[in-house]
């Protein structure tokens, strides 16, 4: 079974940092491009980031431009997003996410979310 399990989520300050990370289990993670998204109660679930097979090509959401990296390690079947000068606006669950395939149907891959919360 295709699965992820994530960590690195908690409690911190406005201006603090957080690492998250998401480790696959279950199937061959180098050939699937990687996303992190993001889910505040009550609106729409938000892509934050994503990061090709090999890591050479990323892409952000303008909110988290300059302050978020999205990085992979293929040898240890883990995705990681370093948050820094995190915001109270960054508060929600974060969640890493693949596509099985390149077509509309292929299916998808979850984690099960970690929760941030920046709050001073």
């Not at 295709?2 to 998401?22: A, D, H, K, T, W």
């Not at 289990?25 to 609106?43: D, E, I, N």
């Not at 390690?73 to 508060?91: G, P, S, W």
């Not at 292929?106 to 709050?119: C, D, H, L």
């Amino acid at each position: 079974q295709e699965q992820f399990v994530e960590s690195g989520g908690g409690l911190v300050q406005p201006g603090g940092s957080l690492r998250l990370s998401c480790a696959a289990s279950g199937f061959s993670f180098s050939t699937y491009a990687m996303s992190w998204y993001r889910q505040v109660p009550g609106k729409e679930r938000e892509l934050v980031a994503s990061i090709s097979t090999l890591g050479g090509s990323t892409t952000y959401a303008d909110s988290v431009k300059g302050r978020f990296t999205i990085s992979r390690d293929n040898a240890k079947k883990t995705v990681y997003l370093q948050m820094n000068n995190l915001k109270a606006e960054d508060t929600a669950v974060y969640y890493c996410k693949t596509k099985l395939g390149t077509s509309v149907w292929s299916r998808a891959v979850w984690g099960q979310g970690t929760q941030v919360t920046v709050s001073s």
